[in-house]
């Protein structure tokens, strides 16, 4: 049995570009770290709940998702910063348009 397809998200945040974005640390090259990938709904949750400071029901209802959902993006977002930034990783942010349709 296959997993269920992730449900369509609503994203408003401006990060909204055609290519992926990778922040990484100075001086070492890219080919030379380890990546971590954060999804384009994970930061959508981050920058509703902590740049808008909207609540995670409020981003919930703008996302088009649960209030559980958005809890679990930012416990997931936030644990993928905090580890990229601990242990000098790249971040990877991925577009809406990267991600794979559901069939």
């Known amino acids: 049995m296959s997993p269920r397809c992730k ?4 994203c408003s945040c401006p990060f909204t570009g055609d290519t992926d974005i990778v922040f990484k640390p100075v001086g070492i090259p890219l080919r030379n770290l380890l990546q ?3 999804e ?7 920058y509703l ?7 995670q029901e409020e981003a919930g209802a703008r ?6 959902t958005v809890q679990r993006l930012l416990t997931v ?3 993928k ?13 991925t577009t809406a348009a990267g991600r794979e349709p559901c069939v």
């Open 7 to 10: 449900k369509a998200r609503i």
């Open 36 to 38: 971590t990938r954060l």
């Open 40 to 46: 384009h709904d994970e930061m959508e949750a981050m």
């Open 49 to 55: 709940c902590d740049h808008e400071g909207l609540t």
């Open 63 to 68: 996302m088009g998702v649960s209030r559980g």
């Open 77 to 79: 977002a936030r644990k």
């Open 81 to 93: 910063i905090i580890e990229a930034l601990v242990q000098g990783r790249a971040i990877t942010m």
